[in-house]
């Protein structure tokens, strides 16, 4: 099936760093999502992307859906301690008919710790 | 507006018993999915639906576990004769056709 790596596995910043992390895939995606979850609850969407080499802002985060349809990164600027938690990607494909697959394909997470 | 709604948050049951979670749609959307979650790993995918339609259960195990969204009420999914190895986090989610998935809060699965 499908698999997505994700990278780093985890990531130790300095408050107002900037963070980047990526997800890289052996198949094509035709959306490709970022989520961010905090302890004890679910995964928050944080940014959608549907057209290969789109790149879209969310405030201070900024992804790209890569031009080969089989990546994404996803970059954090001026880090808060708010920003800590743990990313996800996550790569959707489109079924036989066309239209846009319910299924979810996720990275392993990246934890991100912010120290102040 | 409410968000994906799902009960319990916490659920402890023995080896052998039934457990079942609820999932509540956000208003307007009329598709749910079920992720189940280990400690330190990605949501995996278990089960697509519709209203009283199961789109797709490809990440289901196919023995013990069923799934159902019907007409009025919440989308259900069953756990029956839980073993050990059920106990995870387990997510759903639901979307309006085409558009990004919105997850709940889970519902935490222990395993006596």
């Known amino acids: 099936g499908q698999q997505l790596n994700q990278s780093p596995q985890s990531m130790f910043i300095q408050e107002g760093e900037d963070v980047s992390m990526n997800c890289t895939s052996s198949?094509?995606?035709?959306?490709w999502l970022w989520y961010k979850q905090d302890p004890g609850e679910g995964p928050v969407l944080l940014i959608a992307?549907?057209?290969?080499?789109e790149l879209t802002s969310n405030g201070r985060l900024t992804a790209q859906f890569g031009i080969t349809r089989k990546d994404s990164f996803l970059n954090i600027s001026a880090s808060i301690p708010s920003d800590v938690g743990i990313y996800f990607c996550a790569g959707q494909s489109f079924n036989a008919g066309g239209t846009s697959y319910g299924k979810l394909t996720f990275g392993q997470g990246t934890i991100l710790t912010v120290h102040p | 507006n409410a968000g994906v709604m799902q009960n319990p948050r916490h659920l402890v049951r023995r080896r052998g018993q039934e457990a079942r979670l609820r999932c509540s749609p956000m208003?307007?959307?009329?598709?749910v999915y079920w992720y189940r979650q280990l400690p330190e790993e990605g949501l995996k995918f278990m089960v697509y639906l519709q209203k009283e339609n199961i789109i797709d259960e490809s990440g289901m195990p196919k023995e013990r576990f069923s799934a159902e969204f019907p007409k009025e009420g919440p989308s259900i999914l069953r756990i029956q004769q839980v073993v050990r190895g059920d106990s995870a986090a387990y997510f759903c989610?639901?979307?309006?056709?085409?558009?990004?998935?919105?997850f709940g809060d889970g519902t935490r699965l222990s395993i006596l």
């Open positions: 198949s094509i995606f035709n959306t």
């Open positions: 208003k307007g959307h009329s598709h």
């Open positions: 992307l549907y057209k290969a080499g």
């Open positions: 989610a639901s979307s309006p056709i085409g558009k990004p998935q919105h």
